[in-house]
């Protein structure tokens, strides 16, 4: 477990609408970016920032961002249309397509219910 906790970043993202108490006044969008593992949390009005945010992180375990990994995922998503996507990770592994129910297949079976 140690080794993937090593190689993984996971972040949380909350993205709400900050309304105005009068309709002249646009309303906003704000959010917030969280790093699971250091508890790091910042809020945002602009999208870069969160990109700002996760890059140390994320070259922190190995990802460059000179090679445009945004770009190269947002590709594979975007080309993929409505079928499911399978991304090529380092070391030929790969991350299971999802299921037609939306479900990605489990590492493990699940245990029976009793």
């Known amino acids: ?11 949380i993202v909350r993205v709400w609408n900050e309304r105005r108490d009068s309709d002249a006044v646009a309303a906003e969008w704000r959010g917030s970016v969280e790093h699971v593992q250091s508890g790091q949390r910042t809020f945002f009005r602009h999208l ?21 990994f945004w770009e190269r995922i947002s590709n594979v998503i975007q080309d993929a249309g409505d079928a499911p996507v399978a991304l090529a990770l380092e070391g030929g592994a790969r991350t299971p397509p999802m299921s ?11 245990t029976p219910p009793k």
């Open 100 to 110: 037609p129910g939306g479900e990605r297949p489990r590492r493990h079976p699940a």
């Open 1 to 11: 477990m140690a080794l993937l906790e090593d190689r993984s970043a996971a972040f």
């Open 48 to 68: 870069e920032t969160v990109v700002d945010f996760m890059k140390p992180h994320l070259e922190g375990i190995g990802i460059d961002a000179q090679q445009r």
